[in-house]
């Protein structure tokens, strides 16, 4: 008999580890993106690039959705029916979709506008910087989602590779926009990753519907 509560301890703390663990790397994300908001913006006035502005704004996106993961992670009251997890399945799938209905729209208006954008080195070695870190602590947040069991912080884990994304495309447009004078790849690539967030969107929605059991 006492083998049971002491699997059952060491059990309790093996998933407290790993939820502090996540909360850790949702923080991490949050202080990065906050970061991202200023430079980037800033870089993306200062150069008269939509790509660079967009990066900004998405990541506001990106620290609501992980805002809603720390919230969910440190709440651990009785959830039947998994109804917190499904609020915050939805709540990370509509901001995939705000993300992309921003993307289309702005992108669009550069391109019948013809707007083009200056060079911003700083801002290309800023994204290269940002690809790698988001890289990094999606791989972290998949592991620690699939150890822990938790849906929302697997979805955000998502968002956080979509930014990845979109800091490589958008530093691949910077880069032919410089080289080549390419200035409609400023706005393609926030379009390409625009068509990755409403994908991205609709696999969460799906996500948050209640799970059926045989025995209902």
């Not at 703390?13 to 991490?28: M, Q, Y």
């Not at 998994?82 to 995939?96: E, N, Q, T, Y």
């Not at 729209?105 to 940002?130: E, H, K, M, Q, W």
Request: aromatic letters at 8%; one cysteine or more.
């Amino acid at each position: 008999m006492g083998l049971c509560p002491n699997g059952a301890v060491k059990k309790t703390k093996t998933v407290e580890e790993l939820r502090r663990r996540g909360l850790r790397l949702e923080w991490a994300t949050n202080g990065w993106n906050a970061m991202e908001v200023v430079v980037t913006i800033t870089l993306g006035i200062q150069a008269g690039s939509l790509a660079l502005i967009a990066f900004g704004l998405d990541s506001v996106v990106e620290i609501f959705a992980s805002t809603v993961v720390i919230r969910n992670l440190r709440d651990d009251r009785h959830d039947p029916g998994d109804r917190r997890v499904h609020r915050s399945l939805r709540m990370i799938a509509v901001a995939f979709w705000v993300l992309a209905a921003f993307l289309v729209a702005a992108s669009v208006r550069s391109l019948v506008l013809g707007d083009r954008p200056g060079n911003s080195p700083l801002g290309v070695a800023y994204l290269a910087i940002t690809a790698v870190a988001m890289f990094g602590l999606a791989a972290l947040k998949r592991m620690t989602a699939r150890d822990l069991g938790s849906e929302p912080l697997q979805a955000e884990a998502a968002l956080t590779f979509l930014d990845g994304c979109l800091s490589t495309g958008i530093l691949t447009a910077l880069v032919l926009n410089a080289w080549l004078g390419w200035w409609w790849t400023d706005a393609g690539a926030a379009i390409v990753v625009a068509g990755f967030s409403v994908a991205e969107g609709v696999g969460h929605w799906r996500e948050s519907a209640p799970h059926e059991h045989p025995d209902d």
